[in-house]
């Protein structure tokens, strides 16, 4: 599972992927205004997918309303092949730099939907505010609120299939759906639940940063697809919360800077960071698997040197494909392991138990 192969110099990819990316770009900056706002008016021509009851592609959809207060909802994909067998949950967090994309966006829909069918699981999407008209802490909130929710009796019965298996849940995102699923973590570790339990994190290439400009934002800024410098740095401006004391260097942003929390006494589960070459974030995602490691959890570097930021959300892609099976081997793994541990616990319990 663990790799870290030698990027090439130049970035392969077919042309009609070229033209997707470029049309992504060109999407992306026309709804970053100048004064920090975000164009939703334009965002309302992004293709949406509702629900379906109906299966497609083996999976059916609907969705659940957890505050109406402040729109917090979620969409549950539910693997129609597997109605018999105990499946876990994963709660998914999407990309897009905090501010665009929702749960029913038609590109997240999909990948989920793949997700579900693939990794055999039962997915929950948080469609969590955006900013910058809701700044952190919002988002997060949002994340551990869906799983609070979930792991209250009443909701889990009603709003998940039978099948649903809360006590192993995972936890993923992409972009800064990674960053969010490592903080959403990070305060669950700390929440005394009564059923569900977080046994492992997917962090695809997640977004980090910091003041600092180190190595793969100089190497690759403007020549990578998707990312560049001054668009994380407008995510960020409108992400962070107004008049604290901190620039990109908020642990929040860099995760595993100078005013990094300890997360080494912390219960994190397992981890798996999937990073590419061609991405400019690339350099502080390694530093965040360097940091899990430092801080004695058990993490998995995954490599794919001839791809960029958001792969994963292009079918097309044979490496979109090979990320399923690295995930689908992580899940398996770390399940055999919480297997491997309820049987051990259960034999020191009958070992313990007075002799009749």
């Known amino acids: 599972m663990e790799s870290a192969a030698k990027t090439p110099k130049s970035l392969s990819l077919p042309w009609t992927t070229r033209i997707t990316l470029w049309l992504l770009d060109i999407g992306l900056n026309l709804v970053m205004r100048k004064d920090g706002t975000v164009n939703r008016g334009l965002l309302k021509l992004v293709p949406l997918t509702p629900p379906s009851s109906e299966p497609i ?5 609907y969705d659940v309303v957890v505050d109406p207060t402040r729109k917090l909802w979620f969409r549950v994909f539910v693997p129609t092949q597997y109605t018999v067998e105990d499946l876990p949950v994963m709660v998914f967090c999407h990309g897009s730099g905090y501010i665009v994309a929702s749960a029913d966006t038609q590109l997240y829909d999909d990948v989920c939907r793949k997700f579900a069918r693939e990794l055999h699981v039962i997915v929950v999407s948080v469609d969590y505010r955006l900013a910058p008209e809701h700044r952190h802490p919002a ?36 972009s800064a759906g990674g960053n969010m699923a490592h903080h959403v973590a990070v305060r669950a570790s700390q929440f005394n639940f009564q059923q569900l339990q977080v046994v492992g994190l997917v962090s695809i290439q997640p977004f980090f940063g910091g003041e600092e400009r180190i190595g793969s934002e100089i190497r690759l800024n403007g020549t990578a697809p998707i990312l560049t410098l001054k668009q994380t740095d407008w995510f960020w401006n409108a992400f962070l919360p107004l008049g ?3 620039n990109r260097d908020h642990p929040v942003v860099n995760v595993s800077g100078r005013y990094a929390v300890d997360i080494s006494k912390m219960d994190l589960p397992p981890t798996i960071v999937v990073v590419a070459g061609f991405d400019i974030l690339r350099d502080w995602q390694i530093r965040y698997y360097e940091w899990l490691k430092k801080s004695g959890k ?8 001839n791809m960029f930021h958001g792969f994963n959300l292009l079918p097309e892609l044979p490496e979109s494909d090979q990320l399923i099976l690295e995930v689908k081997d992580f899940i398996r793994n770390v399940l055999n392991k919480v297997f491997a541990a309820l049987i051990h616990n259960l034999k020191q319990m009958t070992l313990s138990l007075p002799l009749l």
């Open 139 to 174: 988002q997060h909130e949002d994340g551990l609120d869906v799983l609070k929710f979930l792991d209250v009796e009443e909701n889990r019965s009603k709003w998940l299939p039978g099948n649903a298996n809360i006590s192993k849940c995972f936890i993923a995102g992409d």
């Open 244 to 246: 604290e004391p901190y």
């Open 57 to 61: 592609d083996g999976v059916k959809t």
């Open 298 to 305: 058990e993490v998995y570097l995954v490599d794919y040197p």
